[in-house]
């Protein structure tokens, strides 16, 4: 459901960006509306965006803000006020949800590098002017937590490829699943083959922890469960020819025991 | 020389928070780093320490200590001397394997471990005999081992220094000659 909100969000705010007149209607739906209002999601949601019945006021979301500490609100990535303690309060709240993994502080390192690249990744290569954002769940009956990050960029493969076309040709010729594995396993990038350890650093991390990794990209998705080869095209379930949202939208899910 | 002229590095001290994040930061830690370095002209050997750092990100280690390393190589040295944190060990290790930097760590024993790269199979005989002294020659390698001539000595050696495994300076040779001895950052 986080992640759900967060892509759901960015869609919303990148419509709105292209002039485009949107309505979102709960009239149906008031749990639905309830939920994303406690997770902070119409304080970060453009303000020209009807939303129906009626919107909520923000009184409640800051009233409840930081108390549950198995949620942490959607966070605004915003490139012109980096919060310095964004990838630290996501890590406390993942410490505080898996406090039974034997690999508790290991995993809180790994956590804190996985999230300090992925946000550090929507400022430095995201181009675009809409915010990005970060929220963070833990589903106990799910025994699991997810932790999303997502941007309003042209999305990792757009802007990769044209590089690699000159780069890498035999990696440019790859289907679009292929090539994201290749990302996270090799360490693919765009500024050249000293860069793109980031990506690959945190795929490596997320699998010694048994980590999903889920990747929204404009017009694909695409699981990454981890085996004993770490994330490979054949443990991946990729859907194609989703609507069009764009960004890059990662999800990991970790578990909590 | 005598003794190799080191100098100890507190990178907390470069950085403006205990957390290290991100390339930005980094390559502001870095335009510091290389400052100090500067001011030490005569140092061959930089002591990193990492005491104060809570974390680092793979962006940051990359942007700061590796981009030094790899800055200086074959004319300074940069060794780890408490890189015990498992995940900034990772993450620098990453960062060196990216660059094809080689990083030398001093564990609690003092025995060093090469973070990022690992020497071919035919110079890594060469490096574990250099590791173990603080000084070597080519021809004292030779005369460790039957299998070793004095050129191929020199050539594994040199080969060391070129891709950032060792460091070297102009000594005075027995017989007279100038020629070069080889040491690790310690």
């Known amino acids: 459901m986080t992640e759900a909100a967060v892509r759901l969000l960015s869609l919303l705010n990148q419509l709105d960006h292209a002039t485009r007149r949107v309505i979102i209607d709960f009239e149906h739906n008031e749990d639905v509306l309830g939920y994303l209002n406690r997770i902070g999601f119409f304080e970060v949601l453009s303000p020209n965006v009807s939303v129906l019945p009626k919107r909520p006021t923000a009184a409640k979301v800051r009233h409840y803000r930081g108390r549950n500490p198995n949620l942490v609100e959607i966070q605004r990535i915003d490139r012109n006020h980096r919060d310095g303690d964004l990838p630290k309060r996501l890590t406390e709240a993942i410490g505080h949800a898996c406090e039974n993994r034997p690999d508790v502080v290991e995993l809180e390192g790994a956590a804190w590098t996985i999230l300090a690249e992925l946000i550090d990744n929507v400022f430095a290569h995201s181009q675009t002017q809409l915010d990005g954002f970060a929220a963070l769940q833990v589903y106990p009956n799910g025994n699991c937590l997810k932790v999303a990050v997502s941007d309003s960029g042209l999305g990792l493969l757009k802007t990769l490829r044209p590089a690699l076309q000159n780069q890498a040709p035999k990696l440019a010729a790859l289907r679009d699943i292929e090539l994201l594995v290749e990302v996270f396993k090799q360490g693919l990038s765009r500024h050249g083959a000293d860069r793109g350890c980031g990506l690959k650093g945190c795929a490596d991390k997320a699998i010694k922890f048994g980590a999903e990794l889920d990747v929204r990209l404009p017009q694909e998705r695409v699981l990454l469960v981890s085996g004993n080869a770490g994330y490979t095209p054949n443990r991946a379930f990729c859907y194609s020819g989703l609507p069009l949202i764009w960004g890059t939208h990662l999800c990991f899910t970790f578990k909590l025991d | ?186």
């Open chain 2, 1 to 186: 020389m005598n003794q190799i002229p080191a100098v100890d590095l507190r990178l907390r001290e470069f950085m403006d928070a205990n957390e290290g994040w991100g390339r930005e930061a980094g390559r502001l830690t870095f335009q510091r780093l290389m400052s100090f370095v500067e001011q030490h002209p005569g140092a061959l050997v930089f002591r990193v320490s990492l005491a104060g750092v809570r974390r680092v990100d793979i962006s940051f280690a990359s942007e700061t200590i590796v981009q030094l390393a790899r800055r200086y190589r074959g004319g300074k040295g940069f060794c780890f001397v408490d890189l015990i944190d498992i995940d900034q060990r990772e993450n620098f290790e990453a960062a060196a394997q990216r660059a094809k930097q080689p990083l030398l760590l001093w564990n609690r024993q003092g025995k060093p471990e090469v973070l990022g790269v690992e020497p071919s199979q035919g110079i890594a005989d060469a490096l574990k005999f250099a590791l173990i002294k603080p000084k070597a020659r080519a021809a004292e390698y030779a005369n460790s081992s039957e299998n070793v001539s004095l050129t191929n000595a020199s050539t594994k050696f040199k080969q060391l220094w070129e891709q950032g495994f060792l460091l070297r300076c102009e000594a005075a040779a027995p017989s007279g000659g100038v020629e070069y001895v080889y040491f690790s950052a310690k």
